[in-house]
């Protein structure tokens, strides 16, 4: 006979099978709600405007999308972007916090064009902190700058001129990268990268290397670095290069917020990083006068730039800043200017090399417009004339760039056609999404995948109809005026978006095409390069910060070539 207290047992059994069961009626009912609320909006978005994007359906009550934000970051907001095989604008609850995911091409252009948010000091204080490590102190002149990135403050702004800081750095950015810098930052590549790619190879013969990622890191990295940073950077800090690029493996961590109790290294690596850059500032405060500067009017062997110079007059000016701060700014600008221009122009000598076909082309275009020109001769502005090579460039971005470009507007509700962005929301853009639109981007009907490299993606051809980059007619239409083969990025802008879009655009993406352009150009003159016929796979952990890390190291062999 059953006893007592099985009968109570199974009672109490009982009980939870029958809360567990409204528990789940409850999740699944909400959810199927929230599906159709999603789905109404949707359609209804075709006809009406101005409403926000709605919640994509979730789950986890209190979690919302947060486990699929961390660990599946891109695949998880390709879902949440996508309704009936279209992108579309959804918003997303993150840590409890909304967050309005924008992809579609309508609103993705009007985006780029609003200008209330061309200030995203949200971004930059939340990147600044929790990334590069500044104190608070600097922070909260960032938090109170609510003049904007122009000349003229925003109306109801009264930020003194020393604490316009998102003004003043953008200023120097736009000086050095896309003014009077660009030119001088071009050429000191070109030559500071010919003598570290020579001194990096032994004799004439066959150079066999472990890993072309760690090459490019130590080689092309040494020389981009000192263009902007100059040579005593690392003069007096001889591990630097290689602790920035351990630094860069463990952003990842940082981005995610992971706590230092947890993962002590990368905070460790950090504060060894400001340290390094505190013992430069000193340094080249006691070796730099004016009469060191090169005859180019931006370069001196101590700053390294007009930038550095500029910015360590224009941030100590500020409330609030001081050389520990000025480290963390600095870490930010290392790690941006290394970070992804680096990589990039590792993978786009690497496909060029790896086709022979494509390698014979280049080569020949080089030949036919610049003869026998020494490579460093080589003039710039020419050079990023050549279709082919800037489709290489604009092709190896698109399949290999994933950034997740942050907006908010802290003034007022934002109107984007079909939907709209409340004042004060954070807004993300994606642009590995955008980037592998199946619907936008031509496939050659389907013989050129979006996933795959294909060097001539970005070349309108007037001799081949199918040619261009984009299946959408009215943008092919502004790409098919031209007489001959032209590479184009004309109303792309909403696709293609490597270097984020509106305002607030990477200010370094004018050099970042010379130095991949330039580095194609002198690998491919004077080098042989050979690699194992391993295809390439990248991993998947950057979240949103650009390209990720090859997972396996690339062996290859190098030599000079004897005639170029
Ligand atoms: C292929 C190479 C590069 C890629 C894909 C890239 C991408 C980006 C992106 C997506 C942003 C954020 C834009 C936004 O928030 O809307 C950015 C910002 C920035 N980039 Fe680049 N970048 C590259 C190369 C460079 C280079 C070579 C430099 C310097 C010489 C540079 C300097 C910067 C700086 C200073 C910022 C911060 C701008 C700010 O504070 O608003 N970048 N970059």
Redesign the pocket.
């Known amino acids: 006979m059953p006893s007592a207290n099985s009968y109570s047992n199974s009672a109490s059994n009982a009980k939870s099978s029958y809360l567990v069961l409204l528990v789940l009626i409850f999740v699944a009912t909400n959810y199927v709600h929230a599906r159709l609320h999603f789905q109404k909006a949707q359609v209804r978005q075709s006809t009406v405007s101005n409403e926000a994007p709605p919640m994509y359906p979730h789950i986890f009550l209190s979690m919302g999308h947060t486990l699929g934000f961390i660990f599946n970051n891109p695949d998880f907001l390709k879902k949440a972007s996508l309704y009936a095989g279209k992108l579309t604008s959804s918003k997303i609850r993150v840590f409890g916090k909304d967050l309005y995911l924008f992809q579609d091409r309508e609103t993705v252009t009007k985006l780029w064009k609003a200008h209330s948010l061309s200030s ?1 000091i949200k ?2 204080v939340h990147v600044l902190r929790h990334l590069f490590g500044m104190d608070e102190r600097a922070i909260a002149t960032y938090k109170a700058d609510n003049s904007g990135p122009f000349l003229k403050q925003f109306p109801g702004s009264s930020v003194k001129h020393n604490n316009r800081i998102d003004h003043l ?2 200023e120097g ?1 736009k000086r050095a ?1 896309s003014g009077p810098g660009l030119a001088p930052m071009t050429h000191r590549y070109m030559k500071i990268l010919d003598k570290k790619l020579c001194e990096s190879l032994k004799g004439s013969g066959w150079n066999d290397m472990p890993d072309l990622l760690e090459f490019f890191r130590m080689v092309h990295g040494a020389a ?1 670095l000192e263009v ?1 940073f100059g040579p005593s950077l690392i003069k007096v800090n001889p591990t630097f290069l290689r602790d920035i690029w351990e630094f860069d493996d463990s952003t990842p961590l940082l981005a995610r917020l992971v706590p230092k109790f947890l993962v002590p290294k990368p905070y460790e690596r950090r504060q060894n990083l400001h340290r390094q850059f505190r013992r430069w500032y000193a340094y080249a405060r006691q070796h730099f006068s004016e009469t060191c500067i090169y005859d180019d009017g931006d370069g001196d062997p101590y700053w390294g730039s007009e930038l550095i110079r500029y910015q360590q007059r224009m941030y100590l000016g500020a409330d609030g800043f001081n050389d520990d701060s000025l480290a963390a700014a600095d870490l ?2 290392v790690w ?2 290394l970070g ?2 680096i990589p ?1 122009t590792m993978l786009s000598v690497y496909h060029v090399f790896k086709d022979p076909c494509l390698l014979h082309r280049v080569r020949y275009n080089l030949q036919s417009t610049f003869n026998g020109t020494p490579s460093t001769e080589i003039d710039p502005c020419i050079l990023i004339q050549d279709p082919l090579l800037s489709s290489v460039q604009a092709e190896t ?1 698109r399949l290999y ?1 994933n ?1 997740c ?2 907006l908010s507007s802290p003034h007022s509700d934002i109107a984007l056609g079909r939907w709209w962005m409340p004042k004060g929301a954070v807004g993300l853009v994606h ?1 590995g999404i955008t980037h592998k639109d199946g619907n936008f981007w031509n496939t050659k009907d389907g013989a050129q995948p979006v996933d795959s490299f294909w060097a001539d993606r970005f070349i309108t051809d007037p001799a081949d109809p199918a040619s261009g980059p984009t299946r959408d007619p009215a943008v092919r239409q502004a790409h098919a005026s031209f007489g001959k083969p032209s590479f184009s990025l004309q109303g792309l802008e909403a696709s293609w978006m ?5 305002n ?6 004018l ?2 095409k010379r ?2 352009l330039f580095t194609i150009a002198l690998m491919t003159k004077d080098y042989d390069i050979e690699f194992s016929s391993d295809p390439i796979q990248l991993g998947s952990m950057k979240f949103g910060m ?2 990720d890390k090859p997972k396996k190291p690339i062996p290859f062999r190098i030599r000079k070539r004897h005639s170029s």
């Open positions: 995203p971004f930059y750095t953008h950015f990268f981009l902007v930010a600008l941006g200017t992804n221009a990039t971005l760039v950034v470009v942050m642009s490597p270097y984020g879009g509106g607030a655009i990477c200010p370094g993406r050099l970042a130095v991949t650009g390209v």
